[in-house]
């Protein structure tokens, strides 16, 4: 029976580390393009961008799953996207307005006495990107990156609205059979997960402890 | 012949003038010291000549040729004032350093840039100047120490090789040890003293008069973005010709 459960929360967990994965990979980069946005000098692109990420913040991300799931459909007749690529999409651009967040947080909170030092010994605009100011950025950003990852794994279990079998959803299934233990038993993997991923940040934290 | 001279520079922010008709020269191996009440326009006259901000008007000659003027566009592209602006060092108020580099890779990090991109120099001959930079700075066992490990005056001292890395024509300070200690000024004024010694040319914005007095060739108070008066340190200091820069020395002397 243990093996049985296992077996089958494995299965659900499997999706949920996908889900967890890939709205990483494409909401880390996407996330970054957005905060540029969000900086732009260009009055109507900020707007339209700060006003984009605050509509996103500001609602659930289970609406939003909602929404992708069944507008286009309903709105314009289009056929449904399939089901964990609704999902996906869903993460992703509520994750990238988080994470944009984040990065112009950091970017912004570099001084701007850094870059006119660099300016000042004759360094080229990249060469003051990658040369000073990344570093900066990346050790400001971890910690709330930190946190945003972890509130990522717990979100993923709001994928079963539109019925993607996450974990959470394996381990309910037993409830008709009588069994609550197996919920239980599904905490034990996402605190697993979520204890790797602080480990994890710790050593990021620890390794830009080197300067201030 | 001047190493430079500055033709009524002029510089507005939105409606307000900060700068106007700020002209004067400097000898080569000559300190020129600036004083003036605070938002009288000397750091932005800094900033103009290190091209971090683009004067509305005038003329910046260095060694006799334009390297700016308002007039020309040529002058002005990103390209012609990255190489430009090298005529000039700035040493800043709060240093500036770069945190996630050591003291000698501070002072070594842009010179190692320009060795990459021209091929110049090697790495080693580099990092030798460095550290004998920071020998001269009296930082030969900091060298290794990230910025937040080292005093105030420490750190200013780590700056002030850093921009003399570069081998500026022209080195600028703007007020180096108003964000010091009173107990740590003495260290980087000494440092500047040196300098002087071994005649480097040098603006120096200060509000210590009685080193400008000293270490300056020539002075400058400004008010309000206009040149009142200008000349030999003891004269303008000791006895001003202007109503204006009498009050403020006065109100000086008051504080101290
Ligand atoms: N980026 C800016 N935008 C608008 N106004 C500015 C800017 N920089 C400086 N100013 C204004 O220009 C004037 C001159 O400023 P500046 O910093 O050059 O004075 P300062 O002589 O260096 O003063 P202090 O002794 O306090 O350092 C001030 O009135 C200041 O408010
Ligand atoms: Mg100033």
New interface residues.
């Given amino acids: 029976m243990l093996l049985d459960v296992t077996l089958s929360l494995l299965e659900g967990f499997g999706v949920t580390v996908q889900m967890f994965v890939l709205t990483l990979v494409f909401a880390l980069p996407l996330g970054l393009i957005i905060s540029f946005g969000s900086m732009s000098r260009f009055a109507p692109l900020r707007r339209l961008i700060q006003g984009f990420v605050w509509i996103v913040r500001g609602s659930p991300l289970m609406l939003q799953v909602l929404i992708i799931f069944y507008g286009p459909g309903l709105l314009f007749g289009l056929p449904l996207l399939p089901r964990f690529t609704a999902a996906l999409l869903a993460f992703v651009i509520n994750y990238a307005c988080y994470f944009s967040e984040i990065y112009r947080g950091g970017i912004q909170s570099v001084?701007r006495?850094?870059y006119?030092?660099?300016?000042?010994?004759?360094?080229?605009k990249p060469?003051i990107f990658f040369?000073?100011t990344l570093?900066?950025v990346i050790?400001r950003i971890i910690p709330p990156m930190g946190n945003e990852w972890i509130t990522l794994v717990k979100d993923t279990a709001l994928v079963r609205v539109i019925s993607v079998y996450e974990i959470i959803w394996m381990g309910e299934s037993y409830i008709k059979k009588g069994m609550i233990w197996p919920l239980f038993y599904t905490m034990v993997f996402y605190l697993a997960f979520n204890g790797i991923l602080t480990i994890f940040f710790g050593w990021l934290e620890k390794k830009m402890d080197?300067?201030? | 012949m001047a190493i430079l001279e500055v033709k009524h520079i002029e510089k507005h922010f939105g409606s307000t003038k900060v700068l106007n008709d700020i002209s004067f020269s400097l000898e080569k191996g000559q300190a020129l010291s600036i004083i003036g009440s605070s938002g009288s326009g000397k750091t932005t006259l800094l900033r103009c000549l290190n091209f971090l901000e683009r004067p509305d008007g005038g003329v910046i000659c260095v060694n006799g040729r334009v390297i700016f003027d308002a007039e020309d566009k040529t002058t002005q592209s990103d390209k012609e004032i990255r190489k430009k602006r090298l005529h000039f060092g700035l040493v800043f108020q709060n240093f500036n350093l770069f945190p996630q580099y050591t003291a000698l890779e501070n002072v070594t990090l842009a010179r190692e840039l320009m060795a990459k991109e021209h091929g110049s120099e090697s790495k080693a001959a580099i990092r030798e100047e460095g550290l004998t930079l920071l020998k001269q700075m009296g930082l030969a066992d900091r060298a290794n120490h990230y910025p937040h490990q080292l005093s105030g005056g420490q750190q200013q001292r780590v700056a002030i090789a850093r921009a003399l890395a570069m081998k500026p024509d022209i080195l600028c300070f703007d007020e180096p040890t108003s964000a010091l200690d009173p107990e740590l000024t003495g260290e980087v004024l000494r440092v500047i003293r040196e300098l002087a010694k071994q005649k480097t040319t040098m603006i120096i914005v200060t509000h210590e008069m009685a080193f400008a007095r000293d270490v300056a060739d020539q002075v400058i108070f400004m008010d309000d973005g206009v040149i009142v008066e200008q000349g030999d340190p003891r004269q303008v200091i000791e006895h001003p010709a202007q109503e204006r820069t009498r009050q403020f020395l006065a109100r000086y002397s008051q504080e101290e």
């Fill in positions: 001084p006495g850094q006119e030092a660099g300016q000042v010994l004759g360094m080229t060469q040369k000073i570093l900066q050790k080197y300067f201030k």
